[in-house]
């Protein structure tokens, strides 16, 4: 399933003007073609799991079930849960399943190089575009306080988009992304820092895109984004790619001293409600196509 061209400038626009753009309805992968990537997943996932439980690490994201700090603080010191790319964001209950588009299921048609996707990465950047990696964004039940951050360090210059798949439908509470509109390059707010809460500083308004099954949402790489706690009983999986002008790595996800200060941001449990409250959660806030 394709874009048709005039699809593919808009969004190409919104993410040029807002940071980042919701392609709602499924437009781009058939329910089977949802069900199977799912399941592939999940059962890499499992996979993870079960290497984690046969070496009895407790202390793995999906494990964490508590917010507050302190106990995230004691289980960062002693855990040696190492996963891939998962440096970021482990500590908060959450994990980055970096998965293969050179080989295996992701690496074919419509997994890797799906046409919509490069052509709006084309559009967007006006140079050729590559698609260089393929992953699962997991946000367990009990994660922690959002990690503001930009996935740039040069981001005065990072033509990358993420693109961000809900293959499944979950609790609105399931802890989605969170963008920020006008903080990529060019973006009136690109010089916000990266890594505060941003509600009280006069910033634009982040936005929650609780995400519907077949939603794709594309971030530029240099929006300032994060993940929602997730307050459902649900594990959240986004599948997710990047796609770009150059073989970019995603530098901040591989950081483990981002992932200390944001620890150290976080306050009480009790906070969490009233940090999410207000926030706009739905789609409509979002330029969609
Ligand atoms: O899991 C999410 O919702 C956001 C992921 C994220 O912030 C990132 O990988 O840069």
């Known amino acids: 399933m394709c874009l048709e061209r005039s699809s593919i400038a808009e969004a190409a626009h919104a993410i040029l003007k807002f940071g980042f753009v919701l392609l709602a309805n499924g437009s781009l992968l058939s329910e089977d073609q949802m069900a199977e990537g799912l399941a592939v997943m999940k059962s890499k996932f499992g996979e993870v799991k079960a290497a984690a439980e046969a070496q009895s690490i407790d202390c793995a994201p999906w494990k964490y079930g508590s917010r507050s700090p302190q106990v995230q603080r004691a289980r960062r010191t002693n855990c040696s849960f190492e996963y891939a790319e998962a440096g970021s964001y482990r500590y908060d209950g959450r994990m980055d399943q970096t998965l293969s588009v050179k080989e295996g299921f992701y690496s074919q048609q419509p997994w890797r190089n799906h046409s919509s996707l490069l052509d709006i990465c084309r559009k967007t950047f006006g140079d050729e575009c590559f698609h260089f990696y393929v992953g699962g964004f997991w946000n367990f039940p009990g994660s922690g306080y959002p990690h503001w951050h930009r996935d740039c360090i040069d981001c005065e210059y990072a033509p990358e988009l993420v693109v961000v798949i809900a293959l499944e439908d979950l609790p ?15 973006g009136s707010f690109s010089g916000v820092n990266s890594k505060t809460q941003t509600r009280e500083k006069g910033e634009p308004e982040p936005i929650e895109v609780a995400m519907k099954k ?4 594309i971030w530029h790489f240099t929006t300032k984004h994060a993940a929602s706690p997730n307050l ?8 997710y790619y990047h796609v770009g002008v150059f073989d970019n790595e995603d530098p901040a996800n591989l950081d483990p001293e981002d992932a200390k200060d944001a620890l150290l941001q976080a306050g009480s449990d009790e906070k969490l409600p009233s940090l999410l409250e207000g926030l706009p959660r739905r789609r409509d806030h979002v330029a969609e196509l």
């Open 172 to 186: 609105e509470n399931a802890g989605f992304p969170l963008v920020q509109p006008y903080t990529h390059s060019n």
């Open 214 to 217: 077949g939603d794709v949402l």
């Open 232 to 239: 459902s009983k649900n594990d959240r999986a986004l599948l």
